[in-house]
């Protein structure tokens, strides 16, 4: 490979990797929005179908729109769910890749006012991703693709230079928007980040009184994210600066995560970090890992598709590629053996294993699975599994009909056709265009139908991650309502008492999640407050339904006000300015 395909490639191995991680991270945001389903996509919670309507641009669509049951948005999210487990295992990859990619602008825009930078980030990764070959090493299609160990680890194409531009633009995008002197020269954004109570952890409240050490914690991220985005490509000192840079920022996030409540943004930060990583990395593991295995055979029925099938997909999960698969008819001892016991065999040197035995035994040849071996040779579990294999042996012709039908043979190509890499370099234009129309000094308005075009794809990004300063003010919720029969209720947390406007010791813990405190906030700033898609109106709305939907008729609610109690945060040394804002009242049956 040339020196520019060296730097803008990426291993197979990483993008297998990176497939793991991608599809991890929409499947634990499946579980994270499903706790509140019914609350933030359904017609019963805060965004019914008809105040979704004022915010979605002309060109975005939604099929969770198509019905505003909780029946109907649950079987959504298996569906979501189910596709991203293929794309987990690697089963028809760039199929489930696109599925992935629509089902995440499906969600995203059912309710746009809970929406973040990992949203945007995950989406953009998804979208790169169909045009990549994420499927071709440790996955079924790996295992399926009778080529697939003729092919060469290093890949390059105009989609592997698109993601990597993409990941390191967020970072160098976010630098050149951090513009105001709280960066530079005061070095007080991290001291500023850290104060904001309803967005940190526990450990960032003991952490910020070391001022010093943030002053210095400000200027090294604003130096990673300026430097590191132009080194992470350099041609000189490649191998050292980009594994470098990519543990900083790998590091980075993790600071994030330890100190702020921000959803799944430092996991899918860090999955794209991942994208970095070298394959000489890979080569050295490879062969740290190999010098204490065995040389070992898989002996299968050369007449059983389904058998062979597999043991490749055994090999290839396991990772234990050293293992050779050989056909019993090739060897009439081995043979004989097979039929006298209808089991495969595995050879270890003069030992042979059948059954759930030689399972437990493939499987503590891998370097990653080896503890599992230790509790599969428990008796229990080896009578089990011997009955399992007993079944499955007796039926695999039946197991190969259906094999042959959804897992066929299939030799893959990596690359992509003309038009598809047209449409790379297309994208990867439109993308640097809309990230330089971020900066206000472009000067650039991009047009009506640049922006459909954005939506449509979900290709939209403004990295303003705390810039160009960080946010001030730090707000939380108290919502004090009346039951008809004069009662004082908690509307926020559904309790029957009095709130109090008190200081809680964790404010961050008020908020259940960081979908309800990205929301809660908008109400506070009172953002889309016009008309019939007020979030102030259709969130009362809400409450009234959730509190009276089981109610007595004398224990109903009758009116609640949204309160917040707000801190301002004051240059260091000087008390943080407390504000008390009413934003709403309510009445649920006016």
Known sequence: MTKFSTIFGIDLRTLALFRL???????????????????????????????????????????????????????????????????????KTRLMTILSWLFLISIQNRNVFILSGEDNLILLLTFWSMFLPLGARYSIDAALDPQNDEKPNAFFSAATFAILIQGMSMYFFSAILKSDMRWFPDGTAVYYALQLDYLVTPLAHWFRQFETLL????????????????????????????????????????????????????????????????????????????RSVKPMIIWYDGACDFCLKICNILRVFLFVNHVLIKPAQDNASIYDAMQAHNSWIIKEGENSYLRWAALTKLTGQSYVYWPLSQIMALPFLQSLGDGIYNFVANNRLSFSKITKRFFPFQARELGNGKIQTIMVLFFTLFVFVQNISTIPASGIQLPYEYRMVRQFLGLYQNWTMFAPYPELDSPWPIIPGELRDGTNVNVYNGKIELPDFIKPEVVSAVYTSSRWRKYIANMEDQSYTDGPYSMLLNYGRYQCRLWNKNAETSKQLMWFEINFNVERTQPPGIPKILDRRLVWTHQCFN
């Not at 499903?34 to 979704?52: E, I, K, Q, W």
């Not at 132009?230 to 330890?258: C, D, E, N």
């Open 21 to 91: 991680f991608l599809s991890t991270t929409i499947i634990l945001d499946l579980i994270s929005r499903s706790r509140d389903l019914v609350a933030h996509y359904t017609d019963f919670g805060v965004m019914p179908r008809s105040a979704l309507m004022g915010q979605l641009s002309d060109s975005s669509f939604s099929f969770h729109i198509i019905n505003g049951s909780a029946t109907f948005q649950a079987v959504l999210f298996i569906i979501a769910g189910l596709i991203a487990f293929l794309l987990l295992i690697g089963w």
């Open 215 to 290: 002053s210095g914690l400000t200027y090294y991220v604003l130096a990673l994210e300026f430097i590191g985005p132009i080194l992470i490509f350099s041609p000189i000192f490649h191998r050292q600066l980009r594994l470098l840079f990519m543990i900083a920022f790998i590091t980075m996030h993790i600071g994030f995560y330890l100190f702020l409540e921000i959803g799944l943004f430092p996991l899918i930060s860090i999955t794209m970090n991942l994208l970095f990583m070298p394959g000489w990395v890979w080569d050295k593991l490879t062969i740290r890992m190999n």
